[in-house]
């Protein structure tokens, strides 16, 4: 299996939260900056020395139960959680990420918080991906190409990114 989708991973209380913190932070000097792939990103994936909302922590220990890691690290961004704020034009081109800990394999679980007006969906693989606010996808993003299309309208597509490096002998997908 290239992806897992999980349907309404949070509740609209924590999508809420989360909402609030990236709309309310976004702007902070040093917290969010351009996520270099050539669109209209910006993101927490550069930054160090803060907290995101204990929500975001809660979440991702469920993840981790959900899935049953066994042997995983965090990647080397802050707590192995990104923060994304996708305005209007935003594309990410196809590309792999790294493998932060080989043999180890790059595992990202994408929440997805508010989807714009239109696009910004994921492709997978060249696939389009229908995604609903507040549910999980997650894929190898060392292993399988991955990409999204443009973000349309004023709406921005706010997701957070929850990275874990995964033991290759586990079978997590």
Same mark, same amino acid.
């Given at each position: 299996?290239?992806?897992?989708?999980?349907?309404?991973?949070?509740?609209?209380? %924590?999508? /809420?939260?989360?909402? =609030?913190?990236?709309?309310?932070?976004?702007?902070?000097?040093?917290?969010?900056?351009?996520?270099?792939?050539?669109? &209209?990103?910006?993101?927490?994936?550069?930054?160090?020395?803060?907290?995101?909302?204990?929500?975001?922590?809660?979440?991702?220990?469920?993840?981790?139960? /959900?899935?049953?890691?066994?042997?995983? /690290? #965090?990647?080397?961004?802050?707590?192995?959680?990104?923060?994304?704020?996708?305005?209007?034009? =935003?594309?990410?081109?196809?590309? #792999?990420?790294?493998?932060?800990?080989?043999?180890? %394999?790059?595992?990202?679980?994408?929440?997805?918080?508010?989807?714009?007006?239109?696009?910004?969906?994921?492709?997978?693989?060249?696939?389009?991906? &229908?995604? &609903? %606010?507040?549910?999980?996808?997650?894929?190898?993003?060392?292993?399988?190409?991955?990409?999204?299309? /443009?973000?349309?309208?004023?709406?921005?597509?706010?997701?957070?990114?929850?990275?874990?490096?995964? =033991?290759?002998? %586990?079978?997590?997908?």
């Amino acid at each position: 299996m290239e992806y897992k989708i999980i349907k309404n991973f949070v509740s609209k209380k %924590e999508q /809420k939260k989360l909402i =609030d913190w990236i709309i309310n932070n976004r702007n902070t000097p040093g917290l969010f900056s351009d996520a270099n792939m050539n669109g &209209n990103r910006i993101t927490t994936r550069y930054s160090k020395d803060f907290s995101f909302p204990d929500t975001a922590y809660k979440i991702q220990k469920r993840i981790i139960t /959900k899935l049953k890691f066994k042997e995983f /690290k #965090l990647p080397k961004y802050h707590h192995g959680m990104v923060a994304s704020y996708a305005g209007e034009n =935003d594309t990410v081109f196809e590309h #792999l990420d790294p493998q932060w800990y080989p043999p180890y %394999e790059t595992l990202h679980c994408n929440l997805m918080l508010q989807k714009p007006l239109k696009g910004g969906k994921p492709i997978i693989n060249k696939k389009n991906i &229908n995604i &609903n %606010e507040r549910d999980l996808w997650c894929y190898y993003v060392s292993k399988v190409p991955h990409a999204s299309s /443009k973000v349309m309208g004023s709406r921005a597509r706010l997701m957070y990114v929850f990275g874990f490096c995964i =033991d290759p002998k %586990e079978k997590i997908l």
